[in-house]
């Protein structure tokens, strides 16, 4: 399984790269952008997503130039099949209807504790086996 981490502000991707046990998860690649949008010095979110298999997309919802909302919409328009957890502090009612009518598989509120994103990542697995094995 292969995971996307997106989220504007470096800290935050950067502690869920470290601090989640990947492998434990059985994470094979985990990736990370900052932004949505294709940039010059890092390669960004929508390229990784075009370059590679992603299973589980991990993002923020508010973020510079595009948000995650508007990522999942873009991953569905493409036809992949991405399972998203969204991570953020915005305990909006709007973003989390909206993820819940895009079909999210999760909605998490930040400061968000390891063990919790981890679960979700196990959770998010187990429906990507099921729905292949329905296939």
Same mark, same amino acid.
């Given at each position: 399984?292969?995971?996307?981490?997106?989220?504007? %502000?470096?800290?935050?991707?950067?502690?869920?790269?470290?601090?989640?046990?990947?492998?434990?998860?059985? +994470?094979?690649?985990?990736?990370?952008?900052?932004?949505?949008?294709?940039?010059?010095?890092?390669?960004?979110?929508?390229?990784? &997503?075009?370059?590679?298999? &992603?299973?589980?997309? /991990?993002?923020?919802?508010?973020?510079?130039?595009?948000?995650?909302?508007?990522?999942?919409?873009?991953?569905?328009?493409?036809? /992949?099949? !991405?399972?998203?957890? =969204?991570?953020?502090?915005?305990?909006? =009612? +709007?973003?989390?209807? !909206?993820? /819940?009518?895009?079909?999210?598989?999760?909605? &998490?509120? %930040?400061?968000?504790?390891?063990?919790?994103?981890?679960?979700?990542?196990?959770?998010?697995?187990?429906? &990507?086996?099921?729905?292949?094995?329905?296939?």
């Amino acid at each position: 399984m292969t995971v996307l981490v997106i989220d504007d %502000q470096i800290h935050v991707v950067e502690g869920i790269l470290s601090e989640v046990p990947w492998e434990n998860l059985g +994470v094979d690649k985990v990736w990370k952008a900052y932004n949505v949008l294709p940039s010059t010095s890092v390669q960004e979110a929508k390229t990784l &997503i075009c370059e590679n298999q &992603i299973d589980i997309l /991990m993002t923020d919802i508010e973020m510079p130039g595009e948000n995650g909302l508007s990522l999942l919409k873009w991953t569905q328009d493409q036809g /992949m099949e !991405t399972e998203c957890i =969204f991570l953020t502090a915005h305990a909006d =009612f +709007v973003y989390a209807r !909206t993820a /819940m009518q895009l079909g999210s598989f999760d909605y &998490i509120l %930040q400061p968000a504790r390891y063990e919790d994103i981890g679960n979700a990542i196990l959770r998010a697995k187990q429906r &990507i086996r099921d729905k292949r094995e329905q296939q």
